[in-house]
């Protein structure tokens, strides 16, 4: 069984940055062989797709956070990362990263192609 641990969450101003970190666990080779994605979910609101890379490579990103986030993988370090830039106070959520075996391209920002998630790194932004 695979697990996800997220990391790099915390407050930060609008206009700032930060850098999210998923690391797979239980498999090396989590990150090459399987499509993954960062996901948030606001108080109230559904679990949102938010940045995806697929086993090709193919990125893809929600219109939101198009030009703003950038989704990036380290291979040997078996690490997702997401980078965020240009913070705004409707970018805080709960981000979470997850894995899937079965999907590709624009597909893999829907939520209901994962099963294996992680548990989540808080992001605030204040205004």
């Not at 990036?72 to 997702?80: E, Q, Y």
């Given at each position: 069984q695979v697990q996800l641990v997220e990391s790099g969450g915390g407050s930060v101003q609008s206009g700032g940055s930060l850098r999210l970190s998923c690391a797979a666990f239980g498999y090396a080779y989590t990150v090459t062989t399987t499509s993954m994605g960062w996901f948030r979910q606001a108080p109230g609101k559904e679990r949102e797709g938010v940045a995806s890379i697929d086993t090709y490579?193919?990125?893809?990103?929600?219109?939101?956070?198009?030009?703003?986030?950038?989704?990036?993988?380290?291979?040997?370090?078996?690490?997702?990362?997401?980078?965020?830039?240009?913070?705004?106070?409707?970018?805080?959520?709960?981000?979470?990263?997850?894995?899937?075996?079965?999907?590709?391209?624009?597909r893999c920002l829907n939520r209901l192609a994962y099963l294996n998630w992680g548990q989540g790194t808080q992001v605030v932004v204040s205004s």
């Open positions: 490579g193919s990125t893809a990103y929600a219109d939101s956070v198009k030009g703003r986030f950038t989704i990036s993988k380290d291979n040997a370090k078996n690490t997702l990362y997401l980078h965020l830039n240009s913070l705004k106070p409707e970018d805080t959520a709960m981000y979470y990263c997850a894995a899937s075996s079965s999907c590709s391209g624009s």
